[in-house]
C-alpha cells in the first residue's frame, strides 16, 4: 500500500455548509480549533448614527484576513435593508471572498437568526462568483446553497467562518438551518 506524504500534513477537512456553523460566541475559540483554525480577532465597527459607519472597516478587517485570522464582526446594519450598510456589508464580503487565505481565516459575523445566515451565506456565494452580492443578501436562497457541491460548499465556508448568535438561540437557529434542507 502506497501512502502519500502529503496527505499525512493535512490537517482535518474542511466542514460542511452547516457544520458547525452556528456558535455561541463563548464556544467560538473551541469549535474554530476543532478545524485547526485561530482564535477569531474582534473587528470592532465605528460608531454614529449612520449604520454603514457601525460597521467594521474593509482595510481592518483585510487586514486581519491577511494575517491569517477570522474577523469576528457585526454585520446585522447590513442585514436591515438596501442602503450604504448593506452596500458595505456586500463590501465585506467581498474582501473575505477574495481573502485567498482558506478555511478559517473568514467572517464570522454575528447573527441573531436563520434568515441572516442565509443571507450571509448567498452573499458570500454572489461574492465568490462575481453575481449582484445585493440581491443576494435581499432574496436569499437556502435550496440553492444547500444544492451546491460539497467543494462548493466548503468553498463557501473560507468567506464565512462561523456565525455567532447568543448561547440561547443555538440550538433554534441551527435547527432552522437543517430544516431547510
Known sequence: MTVSL????????????????????????????????????VVPGGSGADPAASLPGLDAVAGVLAAGSPALVEVSPGLAGPGPA?????????VAAHSGVGFGAGLVPRCTDADQVWALLSGAV??????????????????????LSRSAR???????????VPAAD????????????
Open 86 to 94: 448593506a452596500d458595505h456589508l456586500a463590501d465585506l464580503l467581498a
Open 6 to 41: 502529503e496527505l499525512l500534513a493535512r490537517g482535518p477537512a474542511r466542514p460542511d455548509l452547516r457544520e458547525d456553523l452556528v456558535v455561541a460566541e463563548a464556544d467560538l475559540a473551541d469549535v474554530l480549533g476543532r478545524w485547526s483554525a485561530p482564535p477569531p480577532v
Open 126 to 147: 454572489a461574492a465568490m462568483t462575481g453575481a449582484d452580492v445585493r440581491a443576494a443578501l435581499a432574496h436569499p436562497d437556502p435550496a440553492a446553497l444547500v444544492a
Open 170 to 181: 443555538v440550538a433554534r437557529v441551527t435547527a432552522e438551518l437543517t430544516a431547510a434542507g
Open 154 to 164: 466548503e468553498a463557501v465556508r473560507d468567506v464565512v467562518t462561523c456565525v455567532v
